[in-house]
């Protein structure tokens, strides 16, 4: 499984105007993508109803498979949404023997931290966008120590 941890508070035209075949590579290249509920809210609107489609991405997020962990939502509305409300180790662990699957995770810095913590997360993947937008969640809370 991969953490790619891309700031979800930009919208599509910033995308395109930082490395556009770094990140379109990126996103085409996943199989399944793996959310938390406030991240989901927040990329759903914006992406489902998304109709310009010059460099494949919205493409690739509508039609791909897509995983909500929550406990909280009761609906998942776009195209190939499935919430995952209990037994989340499990059923992580069961898409990750999948053959030939690569999961990615947008933002989601909670769910991201709970599954480091159950160890399954294979690799990270970080975009850094050099601006300051005040307070936030530490992405390695607790003075992590990652091991290789």
Known sequence: MVYSMRIPWHNGTHLLTVKPRKL??????YDE?????????MLAPYWSSLHNDEMGIARKLNSAP???????LKKADWNNSTIIGEDVVAEIT?????PGREIEIEGSASLVQY???????D?????????IAGKGK???????LLMA
């Open 123 to 131: 690799e990270y993947r970080l975009l850094i966008h050099p601006i």
């Open 138 to 144: 530490r992405f390695f809370k607790g003075g992590w």
């Open 24 to 29: 379109v590579s990126g996103i085409l290249a």
């Open 94 to 98: 069961r898409l990750k023997e999948q």
């Open 33 to 41: 993508l793996l959310f938390g509920r406030t991240t989901y809210e």
């Open 66 to 72: 897509k995983y909500v962990v929550s406990t909280k």
């Open 115 to 121: 599954l480091t913590e159950a160890d399954l997360i």
